[in-house]
């Protein structure tokens, strides 16, 4: 454990006397915590399933106490749910809804929401004291990938744990593969191939009459400004096990990419970006969303088996993994949070990732090299400044211009 | 000239004899060498900018080797060929090529290997050079021809049958995959291909990622003429820029990994592209078998990231080809000149130094299978990319009944359609796109509902 995460669990047990009480009642009498949700689509109702199977397996009564989404029927739809009984005036839509739902009682916040609202969403619920699942990606630009990274530090600093839905961190083979790696028993890596390559995903048309902002939302996996672009909304799984077992994120991108098959939004249909994760080297990164196209799907690192190191009394640790990677996840959460396993907070591993995807998404947007130091260090920097527009902030106040339909970035110039 | 495919001095010995008792041209040449001059007649087919260039850096070879070997090659220009006649008869002019040696039309290459020339160098679009190379070989010329040899899987295999048919004829034919005749390229392949100077190959990249390359606007083209003027915008002719440019990548790939690969996982795409029916980028994921994989990277776009070159990852560190490291035996002909005035000379002036020497000398060397090799390299990530399909080696090349529309995908219009004058002009613009037309899942849409009123004062 870093230094960094020990001074971040002294500053919790200090200053937060709740999260104490909570640890010692936990285990005596099957406490539990309260638990809202944002965002209440298929992911967000799956996470709270998750969530709420896995406080039940570590003896935990957790309670919904609240839900938020931005349509009204979503919202009610998962808070009414037997299995929840949220109250109505607990199901808060719109676009504040996320903030009516901070300022009830709950103590843990599951965000499912489309990425492009997760970094206001996550700051405000560190801000307000919370601890946090929120699902990947978690940004659609530098400036909000910054913002998660600054809120991450602040939850280290307030003792507030950080899942993120990378649930590939919290698989059993995942671990193991990572803890052989960090100690050098497969030699290090020099080179690999990371894909998600698979069919076409859904796509809401606009209905009649519909406002830009609805309809962004409710399709909003076709759009850029919404998603990221599938590079970032799906392949992020991908990249954060590259950026986890080489130990860095990328330093620069050069891609290639383009739209080939969709009908709605503005996304491309695939993308494939030399990543350069420096000292030589380099993973080529795959994702394509196109029906009638050959699938491919995981990570293959290339190691250099000749600087494999031995370590005879080394044993892999037992990892705990019940009821899939995406209940363990919240399991995993509550360890943290009850003190019962290191404290865990994955807000700049899953910013750096979706930062890392972001990045390349630029690369084959525009043909050119973006380098990570651009986005995340040089202010002059385009690609500091990156803002993809309509934003979080355009949803709140209600000045969302949708981006027209099926027109798509062109690399290069003409 | 390569370690590996170098002959013994016995092999060298029987070859020679061969060629002797078959080929009275080749023996005489061979003894009058020692004495006198000896005649070597050449022809041009494709007379455009690179025959041009290869046509002078030819001369220029045979001037090296007798200034610095005294070979006292007597080298003329004996015709030319070209689809437009006054491109043939305008090349002509700079060696004093009678006229009526300059051919023009689809058949001026038949004319021109019939007219009694020793070297047939050839660089017409790729579509044409299976049939050209065959016209050749079955004439028993040494051949030049620039790369790629082809456009589709049947013209590669074709090429190869017609490599080996060479081989048995003591034919010197020699590729205008450049790299492979560039000093440092060769020792440094020698080094850790053969000799395993930084262990065994991990992983690697190769790229040809340049700025736009021809048509700036719409050809819209009628004739046969029209296509073969502007050949480097149109698949049929040229197999798209994968295939016409980046073949240099893949057969240096190729040459390093010391095989083809086993398959191509691809994407690319049309986006700048106003003429013509190709594509603008390739970004191919080949698989070579145990492990390897190169990451193929080839685009023609301005405004874009640049990189041309080749980056391979072993055990012991990496190497872009042209740094070395040092075999501990050079594969390099010790008298073979590779510089003049202190200055290399470079790839495209030493193939042409290495065919007359090899031919001059009696020495094998014949490039057709790495060069068809190189080729189907990049037509495997063509279609690939255009399909959005796996496609693997053996479809296109050794199993005809794996995937038989690959096997004996042949993009038309052919050479030979060319000849008869049956060509149909392609759909200009119009460009393969990867996987099937069903678009992803409709999801019902909602119904748009009243929005709750922000409370005053909200942000």
């Known amino acids: 454990m870093s230094s960094d995460l020990k001074k971040g669990l002294a500053a919790a047990s200090s200053a937060f006397g709740a999260f104490t009480i909570l640890g010692a009642t936990a285990k005596g009498q099957g406490k539990g915590f309260k638990v809202g949700l944002i965002g209440c689509g298929g992911r967000g109702g799956g996470a709270l399933g998750d969530h709420m199977n896995a406080a039940k397996r570590l003896g935990l009564d957790s309670k919904v106490v609240a839900v938020a989404d931005w349509f009204k029927d979503r919202a009610e739809k998962v808070g009414t749910d037997k299995r929840y009984d949220v109250p109505k005036d607990r199901c808060f839509h719109g676009p504040d809804a996320y903030k009516k739902l901070l300022e009830t009682d709950v103590e843990i916040v599951l965000m499912a929401t489309s990425p492009n609202f997760r970094p206001v969403h996550f700051e405000a619920a560190i801000k307000a004291g919370k601890h946090a699942f929120f699902e990947k990606p978690v940004c659609v630009d530098p400036p909000g990938g910054r913002r998660v990274i600054e809120a991450g530090e602040l939850a280290k600093q307030k003792g507030l744990s950080v899942v993120a839905g990378t649930q590939r961190r919290h698989t059993k083979g995942h671990q193991s593969a990572a803890f052989e790696i960090h100690n050098g028993l497969r030699g290090k890596i020099v080179g690999g191939r990371i894909y998600w390559c698979g069919g076409a995903l859904w796509y809401r048309t606009r209905a009649e009459g519909q406002s830009d902002a609805d309809y962004m939302v409710a399709n909003w996996v076709s759009f850029t400004e919404m998603s990221g672009d599938h590079i970032v909304e799906q392949h992020v799984h991908n990249i954060d096990i590259a950026n986890w077992y080489i130990g860095r994120p990328p330093v620069t991108a050069a891609g290639f990419g383009g739209r080939a098959r969709r009908k709605t939004g503005n996304q491309f249909d695939f993308h494939s970006v030399d990543y350069d994760y420096g000292d030589g080297c380099h993973i080529h990164s795959m994702c394509r969303q196109v029906n009638g196209t050959a699938g491919a799907g995981g990570e293959h690192f290339v190691f250099n088996t000749t600087t494999k190191v031995e370590k005879k009394d080394l044993k892999v640790p037992e990892f705990e993994e019940i009821g899939g990677a995406t209940q363990q996840e919240h399991a995993d959460l509550l360890y943290s949070i009850l003190d019962k396993k290191p404290y865990l907070n994955e807000a700049r591993n899953v910013a750096e990732a979706s930062l890392a995807a972001v990045m390349g998404r630029f690369a084959t947007y525009t043909g050119k090299l973006i380098k990570w130091d651009d986005m995340m260090k040089n202010k002059d920097s385009e690609w500091y400044n990156f803002t993809c527009k309509p934003s979080a902030e355009d949803f709140e106040k209600g000045t969302v211009k949708a981006p027209p339909d099926d027109v798509a970035a062109i690399p290069g110039t003409a | ?459």
């Not at chain 2, 160098?121 to 050079?129: D, E, G, K, Q, V």
């Not at chain 2, 295939?243 to 390093?256: G, K």
């Not at chain 2, 010391?258 to 970004?283: H, T, W």
């Not at chain 2, 014949?366 to 390299?377: H, I, M």
Request: aromatic content about 8%.
């Open chain 2, 1 to 459: 000239m390569k370690k590996g495919r170098s002959v013994s001095r016995r092999d060298f010995m029987r070859t020679a004899a061969v060629a002797g008792a078959a080929f009275g041209g080749f023996t005489i040449l061979g003894s009058t060498a020692k004495g006198q001059g000896k005649v070597l007649k050449v022809g041009l087919i494709g007379c455009g900018g690179r025959g041009r260039d290869a046509l002078r850096q030819h001369v220029n070879a045979a001037k090296i080797l007798n200034d610095r070997l005294s070979l006292g090659i007597d080298l003329k220009v004996a015709g030319t060929a070209d689809w437009f006649k006054d491109r043939a008869v305008e090349a002509g002019k700079a060696y004093d090529v009678p006229a009526d040696r300059c051919f023009g039309g689809p058949l001026g290459y038949q004319k021109l290997i019939e007219s009694g020339v020793d070297i047939v160098l050839m660089a017409t679009a790729p579509s044409f050079r299976p049939l050209h190379f065959e016209a050749a070989v079955k004439a028993g010329k040494h051949v030049f021809f620039e790369k790629p040899i082809a456009v589709d899987p049947p013209g590669c295999r074709k090429v190869i049958e017609l490599g080996q048919e060479a081989e048995k004829k003591n034919l010197v034919v020699v590729a205008g995959t450049n790299t492979r005749h560039t000093r440092s390229f060769i020792e440094t392949q020698a080094a850790v291909t053969q000799e395993k100077a930084l262990g065994e190959l991990l992983t690697g990249r190769i790229g040809g990622c340049i700025g736009h390359m021809f048509a700036r606007q719409p050809i819209q083209p009628k004739t046969a003429d029209d296509l073969v003027r502007t050949w480097q915008d149109w698949i049929e002719l040229s197999g798209d820029f994968i295939v016409e440019q980046h073949i240099h990548m893949t057969d240096i790939a190729n040459w390093f990994v010391g095989r083809p690969p086993v398959s191509a996982y691809a994407f690319g795409d049309r986006a700048r592209r106003k003429g013509g029916n190709q594509y603008d980028f390739f970004s191919v994921d080949f698989d070579y078998g145990s492990g390897v994989h190169v990451h193929s990277m080839s685009r023609q776009m301005n405004g874009c990231w640049t990189w041309g070159g080749v980056d391979f990852v072993y055990e012991k560190g990496s190497t872009d080809g042209d740094k070395g490291p040092k075999p501990q035996q050079s594969p390099i002909i010790a008298e073979v000149p590779y510089e003049l005035d202190g200055k290399l000379l470079g790839g495209h002036q030493q193939e042409h130094i290495h065919l007359l020497y090899h031919l001059v000398k009696g020495k094998p060397l014949n490039q057709a299978k790495d060069v068809a090799l190189g080729t189907a390299t990049a037509i495997m990530g063509r279609i690939s990319a255009y399909t959005g399909q796996r496609v693997e080696w053996k479809e296109i090349m050794t199993d005809p009944k794996a995937k038989p529309e690959y096997y004996n995908l042949t993009l038309k219009p052919t050479a030979e359609d060319f000849e008869k004058g049956a060509v149909e002009i392609p759909k200009e613009g119009v460009v393969p796109i990867p996987g099937s037309e069903s678009g992803g899942r409709p999801r019902p849409t909602p119904k748009p509902q009243p929005k709750p009123q922000p409370k005053k004062g909200a942000t």
